[in-house]
Nanobody, 115 residues
Framework: QVQLVESGGGLVQPGGSLRLPCAAS????????MGWYRQTPGKQRELVAI???????SYADSAKGRFTISRDNAKNMIYLQMSSLKPEDTAVYYC?????????WGQGTQVTVSS
């Protein structure tokens, strides 16, 4: 059974940084596209960043230049490094993988950017 478990969320001041790890089990994360989405109440879940099987990355315009997605194949984990955080980055962040026939989401981790 494939599982994704996020951690690392919390309260951070504007301008601060946070790193979100996502641990994968039941799959080899180096073999599939993985990514991060986020969602705020009343809004649709939106893409933040993705990393392809080959290591190519893509970012939402709101994340470009501030967020970095990366993968550690040895630990079977991906990460989202977030810097220069803004109040509008406040959301629940979800780890995600698309294995073609199946999509799996983590349970989410809350990030709150506030002074």
């Amino acid at each position: 059974q494939v599982q994704l478990v996020e951690s690392g969320g919390g309260l951070v001041q504007p301008g601060g940084s946070l790193r979100l790890p996502c641990a994968a089990s039941g799959m080899n994360c180096s073999m599939y596209m993985m990514g991060w989405y986020r969602q705020t109440p009343g809004k649709q879940r939106e893409l933040v960043a993705i990393i392809s099987r080959g290591g190519s990355t893509s970012y939402a315009d709101s994340a470009k230049g501030r967020f970095t997605i990366s993968r550690d194949n040895a630990k079977n984990m991906i990460y989202l490094q977030m810097s220069s955080l803004k109040p509008e980055d406040t959301a629940v962040y979800y780890c995600y993988t698309n294995r073609g026939a199946a999509v799996t989401w983590g349970q989410g981790t809350q990030v709150t950017v506030s002074s």
